[in-house]
């Protein structure tokens, strides 16, 4: 059973960064498809970014120019910088996983493993 576990989480000014750290069970050498997904206060549960095997990123418009995803040298710690934080990131982030070197959509169903969350909240 793969573990996820997110860290790094905390309280933060409005332009701010954070940067989110997930470590995993995952074996290195078997492809997954990573993301990072968000909750907010009363909304649903919304994909951030992803990451295929090969390293190509995905993001929501949201936070384009702001947050970078990336992985370890290991390769099982995934990572979300996030940097010009505003009021409304503020939320439960989540690390993801689904086994399959691509990312074909960051639907909250498509994947299989999920930590407990960190929480990230932006003050203005």
């Known amino acids: 059973q793969v573990q996820l576990v997110e860290s790094g989480g905390g309280s933060v000014q409005a332009g701010g960064s954070l940067r989110l750290s997930c470590t995993t069970t995952?074996?290195?050498?078997?492809?997954?498809?990573m993301a990072w997904f968000r909750q907010g206060p009363a909304k649903e549960r919304e994909g951030v970014a992803s990451?295929?095997?090969?390293?190509?990123?995905t993001y929501v418009d949201a936070v384009k120019g702001r947050f970078t995803i990336s992985k370890g040298n290991a390769e099982n710690t995934l990572y979300l910088q996030m940097n010009s934080l505003k009021t409304e990131d503020t939320a439960m982030y989540y690390c993801?996983?689904?086994?399959?070197?691509?990312?074909?959509?960051?639907?909250?169903?498509?994947?299989?493993?999920w930590g407990q969350g960190t929480q990230v909240t932006v003050s203005s």
């Open positions: 993801a996983s689904v086994l399959g070197g691509t990312c074909p959509t960051m639907r909250v169903d498509y994947f299989a493993y």
């Open positions: 995952q074996y290195s050498y078997i492809p997954y498809c």
């Open positions: 990451i295929d095997s090969d390293g190509s990123t």
